[in-house]
């Protein structure tokens, strides 16, 4: 970290036309984009919200999802028309949006406005096996790399991540109780709308899975974890999160399973967090207890827990006011104000 520049941006804050701490956790997200772009006069420049698709073998059972799998092809289909909440918030915010195929199952047309990243039709049912090679896990990865290098390449510095594959709580769910050691219950939430029925099958199912992988037991990388129980989508996001730190973007952390990613991306390289600012506190049943891993400040409390990037897509502003106070609020010399009395 900067020291120098750290104490800098602490006096411009502190010398704004107010009282010490009273702009909350904006004083923190400019501090930090500061810091992230290294720079007194940081910029939120052409922000952009990625979404991976992929579906999971797991889904094709039933036993962890109240909606059939061909949903991850259909939302897909919404998103490419505009009519998904992430459209919505997209469109309004003028964000940009990419929707990647990670790894649905079904064959896009190619003309479809998406980006065509398939590393396989849906991952293999982790009940019986592993989800996916460690060969396809690290070529997920290096795609996810390169679709964040080429948007760096329009201009952005500010990316949040978003996901949709119908099973895809299950794995961020596996990927969490393994790499924080905490219990399949403590992990496992409703998804996408379970019954108390369904959320106890869903339950019952993934301790199975993790007694056939070890995941309580055994130390694994980011890498065989993804083999084992991850997905497509996690697996690409995972990359992108690595690349968009190397390139010192300002990442946007979205909800449960964007950060089940991020807890794989830090385990391969730390420093990835020094550049994440937390969108808000999903109501996914788990996400709390990865927040306080990271030791996050969420900077939204509003109950969602829909995914999609949708949460990203909603902070972006706040961190765009963050820094357009740094940039254009004036000072107490400025504004020739009176500043606080010293006794």
Same mark, same amino acid.
């Given at each position: 970290?900067?020291?120098?520049?750290?104490?800098?941006?602490?006096?411009?804050?502190?010398?704004?036309?107010?009282?010490?701490?009273?702009?909350?956790?904006?004083?923190?997200?400019?501090?930090?984009?500061?810091?992230?772009?290294?720079?007194?006069?940081?910029?939120?420049?052409?922000?952009?919200?990625?979404?991976?698709?992929?579906?999971?073998?797991?889904?094709?059972?039933?036993?962890?999802?109240?909606?059939?799998?061909?949903?991850?092809?259909?939302?897909?289909?919404?998103?490419?028309?505009?009519?998904?909440?992430?459209?919505?918030?997209?469109?309004?915010?003028?964000?940009?949006?990419?929707?990647?195929?990670?790894?649905?199952?079904?064959?896009?047309?190619?003309?479809?406005?998406?980006?065509?990243?398939?590393?396989?039709?849906?991952?293999?049912?982790?009940?019986?096996?592993?989800?996916?090679?460690?060969?396809?896990?690290?070529?997920?990865?290096?795609?996810?790399?390169?679709?964040?290098?080429?948007?760096?390449?329009?201009?952005?510095?500010?990316?949040?991540?978003?996901?949709? $594959?119908? !099973?895809?709580?299950? *794995?961020?769910? #596996? &990927?969490?109780?393994?790499?924080?050691? @905490?219990?399949?219950? %403590?992990?496992?939430?409703?998804?996408?709308?379970?019954?108390?029925?369904?959320?106890?099958?869903?339950?019952?199912?993934?301790?199975?899975?993790?007694?056939?992988?070890?995941?309580?037991?055994?130390?694994?990388?980011?890498?065989?974890?993804?083999?084992?129980?991850?997905?497509?989508?996690?697996?690409?996001?995972?990359?992108?999160?690595?690349?968009?730190?190397?390139?010192?973007?300002?990442?946007?952390?979205?909800?449960?399973?964007?950060?089940?990613?991020?807890?794989?991306?830090?385990?391969?390289?730390?420093?990835?967090?020094?550049?994440?600012?937390?969108?808000?506190?999903?109501?996914?049943?788990?996400?709390?207890?990865?927040?306080?891993?990271?030791?996050?400040?969420?900077?939204?409390?509003?109950?969602?827990?829909?995914?999609? $990037?949708? !949460?990203?897509?909603? *902070?972006?502003? #706040? &961190?765009?006011?963050?820094?357009?106070? @740094?940039?254009?609020? %004036?000072?107490?010399?400025?504004?020739?104000?009176?500043?606080?009395?010293?006794?």
């Amino acid at each position: 970290m900067n020291t120098s520049l750290k104490q800098q941006l602490q006096h411009k804050i502190d010398t704004k036309t107010k009282p010490p701490g009273a702009l909350g956790l904006l004083e923190e997200v400019a501090l930090q984009v500061g810091l992230i772009q290294n720079t007194l006069t940081p910029h939120i420049i052409n922000p952009y919200i990625v979404v991976f698709a992929a579906d999971h073998g797991i889904a094709a059972t039933g036993l962890v999802n109240p909606y059939p799998q061909q949903v991850t092809a259909q939302m897909v289909h919404n998103f490419v028309k505009g009519g998904a909440a992430i459209n919505v918030f997209c469109r309004h915010q003028h964000i940009a949006l990419v929707i990647v195929d990670a790894g649905v199952n079904t064959d896009f047309e190619e003309d479809i406005v998406i980006t065509h990243a398939k590393i396989n039709r849906a991952t293999d049912n982790y009940l019986h096996g592993p989800a996916m090679s460690e060969a396809s896990a690290m070529q997920a990865i290096n795609k996810g790399k390169a679709i964040v290098n080429d948007i760096v390449n329009t201009g952005c510095n500010t990316i949040g991540f978003g996901e949709m $594959g119908i !099973g895809n709580t299950s *794995a961020a769910a #596996l &990927i969490m109780h393994q790499m924080l050691q @905490l219990s399949v219950t %403590a992990c496992t939430g409703r998804g996408t709308g379970a019954s108390d029925e369904q959320l106890n099958t869903k339950i019952n199912t993934l301790e199975t899975v993790s007694r056939f992988h070890h995941l309580g037991t055994k130390d694994m990388s980011a890498i065989e974890l993804l083999s084992r129980v991850g997905g497509f989508e996690i697996a690409m996001m995972t990359g992108a999160y690595l690349e968009a730190a190397r390139q010192k973007m300002v990442i946007v952390v979205d909800g449960f399973i964007s950060t089940a990613a991020l807890l794989l991306a830090t385990k391969i390289e730390p420093s990835v967090i020094d550049c994440c600012i937390f969108a808000h506190s999903s109501n996914e049943y788990g996400h709390t207890k990865m927040l306080a891993h990271f030791k996050a400040r969420p900077l939204l409390q509003l109950n969602m827990r829909l995914g999609e $990037g949708t !949460g990203a897509a909603l *902070a972006i502003p #706040l &961190i765009q006011s963050a820094v357009h106070f @740094l940039n254009e609020m %004036a000072s107490f010399e400025s504004a020739q104000v009176s500043e606080k009395i010293d006794i």
